[in-house]
């Protein structure tokens, strides 16, 4: 039985596979620890202390830990005030392939299924991103078959949060603030600049049209393709019978500089286990 992680990192690149998942090669990297310790923080909403994780505060820009997940957590319930969480941390498998569902909500009105995966990111990942992604998928057709459901009664989401904390409106050179969209600045936050710089509130109310209603946290939603999921399916099993044949197929590209294992694949660092 394997998980999608694998199945993705064999499609990706078959010696990576290999040195991960047959020769035992750890990854680590800040990204990945930080993505561990927000999925911790979501299931348990208990927020560390700020003498914790120095590292991942600098490499993100986080000043406060209580700050950025209280923020996190007052939009979250907001967005999905319509729906009650059924699990956390939900086990999905069958006889070749497992996974872990973020949550499972049932929709308080419709009382349909929404299977939902954190997303820490430094973009926002929408509908397009979650019809293609065979994961959110492999996760409701597990689901369905566990629960007896049909997957016309099952939508998939990402809840969608940044990896870095709301910041202070940019200020520019004449006094004025940026209207900048890309800046991550809370309505709240923009409104206070304004008021404690002694600007007109008027002079910004198309910006501040613009953020009002968009919180830091934001959800994509959408329904499930049936024949997508269903190829989906037949290409899963089609790669676990591949990756069952032994051989591995090495590549060669400039996107291997980038690859956390580059110094075992290609310049012949001795792996070494605990």
């Known amino acids: 039985m394997v998980s999608h992680s694998e199945i993705t990192t064999y499609l990706d690149c078959q010696k990576k596979w290999e040195l991960q998942y047959v020769k035992g090669l750890k990854v680590d990297n800040v990204h990945l620890q930080f993505g561990s310790l927000g999925h911790k923080v979501l299931e348990t909403r208990i927020i560390p202390d700020e003498s914790l994780y120095p590292e991942l505060k600098e490499a993100f820009n986080i000043n406060s830990w209580s700050r950025y997940f209280s923020k996190i957590f007052s939009d979250l319930d907001a967005l999905i005030q319509d729906y009650e969480v059924l699990y956390k941390e939900y086990k999905v498998e069958n006889d070749i392939i497992k996974g872990v569902i973020d949550v499972v909500w049932r929709n308080k009105e419709t009382g349909r299924i929404l299977i939902t995966d954190y997303k820490f990111s430094t973009g926002i990942k929408g509908l397009e991103d979650i019809l293609l992604d065979e994961q959110m998928y492999i996760y409701a057709v597990l689901y369905a078959t566990l629960n007896n459901l049909s997957l016309d009664d099952i939508d ?94 090495e590549k060669c590209s400039y996107m291997c500089k980038h690859c956390d294992f580059i110094e075992y694949c290609k310049y012949g660092k001795e792996i070494k286990h605990d």
């Open 156 to 249: 998939i989401g990402y809840i969608n949060i940044p990896k870095y904390e709301p910041g202070e409106p940019r200020v520019l050179k004449n006094g004025q603030l940026s209207k900048d969209k890309a800046q991550c600045v809370l309505y709240s936050d923009y409104i206070k600049a304004i008021l404690d710089r002694g600007l007109n509130v008027a002079d910004y109310e198309d910006f501040l049209s613009e953020i009002k209603n968009k919180g830091f946290v934001q959800i994509a939603i959408s329904p499930i393709n049936i024949d997508m999921a269903k190829r989906i399916m037949i290409n899963i099993d089609n790669t676990i019978k591949d990756m069952q044949k032994g051989y591995v197929l």
